[in-house]
């Protein structure tokens, strides 16, 4: 009776952790909303129905047994015995060497068509991991964005990418990882998951990867990083944002344009704690350093059009001024391990840091 309670109990309590994951449902690999996608389900689907099938089977037999040769005190003589029957155990090393084959081959080709780098009309965009954030860069566009990864729909997009420590940045530009130095730094493995979109891809120091999603319908796709890398891996997520082709080309044009530059007041107070507390690790294009030098990202975002994102610190915040505020004055106090430390900014600095940072459409 006790241990039914408990089974019972068992149960109730699965299906509230099971309840509780249901917000989440979109990041859900069983729901594919792109090609890549629909290949890697198309597979799981017939795998998962033959692993089925043999579980039940394997299962059905074992109660069998169990229950047909259960020991009973008339019965005292041994069964008999199979061992060296010759086409019985023929018989039970092909059955699972076709089974396994039949699953193999799909399988195996499957890979083989993921792995292709997709031909034609292509978009390329290098993905560099960070402890704990994505950086996107867009070579033939000449953007680079944080945290949010923008893709036409109906086009494949062919992602390359590396993980990334301090220092990276400043070594190469623009940023690809087939220049990748030897030494990348404090840098570790992460993994790049839009279930989605497409299956999992690690994402490795000193070593290229590559991965390519497709989107059907527009949209936005939850992603995460799916490696442990450290203390704030949990609060390492992204978004894909999938728009129509003309919606694409207006986002692209919206990033190209040079950041807004600041009106009086706040804003271009804060300009002045920026240059003066961040430069060390954030780059602004127009913006440039007291030598006059372009500034350059080092291990931190680049926040030429900031303002144009629904998200940052690795999508772990929403952007609203509350928000901002809360983060610049004590980084590591709101997402644990953050690279980015308290600065000691005063109120009006802190109120001017975020006018400035709104200000960058
Ligand atoms: Cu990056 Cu987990």
Redesign the pocket.
Known sequence: MRRRTILVLGLVALAAVAGACAPNATQSALEPKGPYAQKGFDLFVPVFWVATAIFFIVEGVLLFFIIRYRHRKARATMPPQVHGNTKLEIGWTILPTLILAGVAVPTVATIWDLAAEPQGEVLQVTVL?HQ?WWEFDYPDQGIITANELHIPTGQPVYLTMCAVGLGYEQQIAPSTCQDQPAAVGDSVI??FWVPELAGTQDVIPSRTTYLTIQADEPGTYEGQ?K???GLS?AY?KFKVVAHDPAGFDGWIAEQQAPAAPSPPGDPEAGAGVFLGTCTGCHAIAGLEDPNGNPLIANGGPDLTHFASRDCFAGCMLATTDENLRRWLENPPAVKAGSWMPDYGLSDQELDQLVAFLNALE
């Open positions: 991991a704990w992460h993994s990083c490696e442990f890398c891996h390492m």
